[in-house]
């Protein structure tokens, strides 16, 4: 396993690990630089600069556009647009605009005098590569997905394990909806996600939560909003006019409301044929949904659309079983992450995993062999032979020649000396 070595302006090397270790030292030492642009020594060919910005605590960020860059077990690497659903947008749909901001196109109106029908029908997911190549906004799913992976949940180490509950989940998901824009502002003020609820607490609770629906679902001329709700599904109750959605850590009584048409909407752009939503939910797994939410003239809750997508208990975002079973066999040893699709269509060839620890290049990891989706795996297993014949790095599982046992994946490789000739 490597760790990140970075080096600052006086000549000083310190790792990653030993910052993360050392949070005081670390605020000390990175105020003291803070104007300076330290570098990273994970790629042996250059060093990769660095800033370092403030918010509550100093931390270190790389630079736009340099993710790639660096090396795969590096924390500071960041997939390229192909090996994610992001290559289906325009650059104009997803722009880093300065060191700490990324502006969002979105379907889905948020804010005064939004209109329900933007971003319903078809446009909820995406578009054919061959019609359309490229969209120029993101779905409410692809938003989920955006912001699950700024908050690098879809990204997982070894020394996570045991770390992460909803309280580390809401903080990272937060802190990342800070830095992404939508319309010119800031999408955690549109934003509500259920604050950890702690019973000793619950009525400090439900008056934060009451405050801050108000100044959510209201602006200060008494025009009604458009607002942004993401949480854990708890259970869906029957009303004889569709379902109240309750969320994991809502104050009660807070419900949503979703009418049947709705439901059946989100449903159909799940790929679901339910009688019951609840048949969504299960013990071994989380749903988590991503909703613009109205305030009705009668006071309730209603939800205009609706995305969701299911994670493990370490809030990995998964599609099918396979999948879990490889992040089961990945979680106690590996560094990885969970490729997301956002808005690409069936045919668009995504891999499942980028296996991080493999050599200083990301090993993409395919699971396919689905008779629902016999077009897309004819194209992953066309391209999964154009890395054998190039001897790109590839791994892959096709269930329909075997699903009970993967193949054997690349051992873990420790590239840390390759990074020394720079220091």
Same mark, same amino acid.
Request: net charge positive.
């Given at each position: ?41 994970? @790629? ?88 359309? /190549? ?5 779905? *409410? ?37 800070? @830095? ?37 679902? *209201? ?20 009303? /004889? ?58 006071? @309730? ?123």
């Amino acid at each position: 396993m490597s760790t990140t070595r970075i080096k600052f302006d006086n000549g000083k090397v310190v790792s990653k690990d030993w910052l993360d270790a050392h949070p005081d030292a670390a605020q000390a030492l990175l105020e003291k630089h803070k104007a300076s642009y330290p570098v990273c020594l994970c @790629n042996p060919e250059k060093a990769l600069p660095l800033y370092i910005a403030q918010k509550t605590i100093f931390y270190l960020a790389r630079m736009p556009g340099t993710g790639d860059q660096h090396a795969s077990y590096c924390p500071f690497f960041g997939a390229p647009p192909a090996m994610s659903g992001l290559a289906v947008y325009r650059r104009s749909a997803i722009e880093e605009k300065d060191h700490d901001r990324v502006a969002v196109k979105l379907c889905d109106g948020l804010g005064v005098r939004a209109t329900s029908a933007a971003g319903s029908g078809g446009r909820g997911r995406g578009s054919k590569q061959g019609s359309n /190549p490229q969209r120029s906004r993101l779905s *409410l799913r692809a938003l989920l997905h955006y912001l699950w992976t700024s908050a690098e949940f879809n990204r997982w180490a070894p020394k996570m394990n045991g770390k992460r509950n909803y309280y580390v989940l809401y903080k990272y998901l937060m802190a990342a909806a800070d @830095n992404i824009e939508i319309q010119n502002t800031r999408l955690s003020a549109y934003l509500y996600m259920p604050e950890p609820f702690v019973f000793e607490e619950k009525q400090d609770i439900a008056r934060r939560a009451q405050q801050r629906l108000y100044h959510l679902l *209201l602006d200060a001329g008494g025009r009604r909003k458009r607002m942004l709700v993401v949480g854990i599904v708890k259970r869906f109750t029957a009303s /004889p006019f569709g379902y109240g959605v309750h969320l994991k850590h809502a104050p009660p009584p807070l419900i949503l409301w979703m009418k049947e048409d709705t439901l059946n909407n989100f449903l159909g752009e799940a790929g679901e044929r339910l009688e019951d939503p609840n048949a969504l939910l299960g013990d071994t797994h989380h749903l988590v949904m991503i909703m613009t939410v109205d305030r009705t003239t009668n006071g @309730n809750l209603s939800i205009v659309k609706a995305a969701a997508m299911k994670t493990t208990h370490a809030y990995i975002p998964f599609e099918n079983p396979y999948q879990v079973t490889l992040i089961n066999a990945l979680m106690p040893s590996r560094l990885f992450s969970r490729q997301l699709r956002y808005d690409a269509d069936g045919e668009t060839i995504v891999p499942d995993f980028l296996l991080l620890d493999a050599g200083k290049q990301a090993v993409p990891m395919y699971v396919f062999g689905f008779r629902k989706q016999a077009r897309q795996d004819a194209a992953i297993r066309a391209h999964i032979k154009h890395c054998e014949d190039t001897n790109e790095p590839c791994w892959f599982w096709d269930v329909l020649w075997d699903k009970t046992t993967y193949p054997d994946y690349p051992d873990a490789v420790d590239a840390t000396e390759s990074s020394r000739s720079l220091s």
